[in-house]
């Protein structure tokens, strides 16, 4: 867990420093912060998609995953919930919903976090946690610089997210196989992608609406794993 406790120090540390820069940027660079963070998001994600998707055995399953998620994740409108939240405790004329969503995407969404937790619990190699941790702690400035230092809150479920990751890689290693990492790294680049959409105005794709696609990929290699396919 050392890398985990690293990672969200990085965080943490980023936010901080991000939301003092703050007081001191005018609207304008606010708005190139702005800018940054979504063509930011947007490449992270593109670049997940292209780095796995030659290796999925599964070709159609993102498009399964994203569809089927985004069908669940708007029944249980997760999206309004989750701005109402933000919302209720930061102030109506608040973006602070719309930087966490990104932040969470970025920081627990991303191969270096999921394999990251996965390589330490099993071969006590905590090399992708650091690596991790020194890109959050400059995407956590930049996020904090323009959001607040209510990205901070990102941490936690950053801590939360590799926790269990790194539980379940303890109890399970064999069951968290290359090719399921594979096809959630394809979907997530996705998430990251639209919520970078988003950032940018160019749609309002509601991606928290979508976090229920992360779960169809392991439901379904697990499945073909068990029946053989």
């Not at 959050?136 to 269990?164: E, K, R």
């Not at 996705?190 to 950032?199: N, R």
């Amino acid at each position: 867990m050392l890398g985990t406790i690293v990672n969200t120090c990085c965080i943490l540390t980023g936010s901080v420093v991000g939301s003092l820069v703050k007081r001191g940027l005018k609207p304008e660079y606010q708005s190139a912060l702005f800018t940054a963070c979504g063509l930011a998001a947007t490449g992270l994600g593109i670049n997940s998609v292209v780095q796995n998707m030659p290796n999925s055995q599964y070709p159609v399953l993102f498009i399964i995953s994203l569809a089927l998620g985004g069908l669940v994740g708007t029944a249980l409108d997760l999206n309004g919930r989750f701005h109402r939240l933000t919302e209720s405790r930061s102030g109506s004329g608040s973006r602070l919903g719309e930087g966490l969503s990104t932040a969470i995407l970025l920081f627990c969404i991303g191969t270096l976090s999921i394999l990251g937790p996965i390589n330490s619990a099993l071969y006590g190699d905590n090399t992708y946690l650091f690596t991790n941790a020194t890109l959050d702690l400059v995407t956590s400035m930049v996020l904090a610089s323009t959001y607040g230092i209510g990205i901070a809150i990102a941490g936690g479920v950053l801590f939360c997210w590799q926790g269990a990751i790194y539980l379940l890689a303890t109890l399970l290693g064999s069951f968290m196989t290359e090719s399921m990492m594979t096809e959630i790294s394809i979907v997530g680049g996705f998430l990251i992608a639209s919520s970078g959409l988003s950032i940018l105005g160019i749609k309002d794709c509601k991606t928290l609406n979508l976090l229920p696609a992360l779960a169809i990929p392991v439901l379904w290699v697990a499945l073909a794993g068990w029946l053989g396919l």
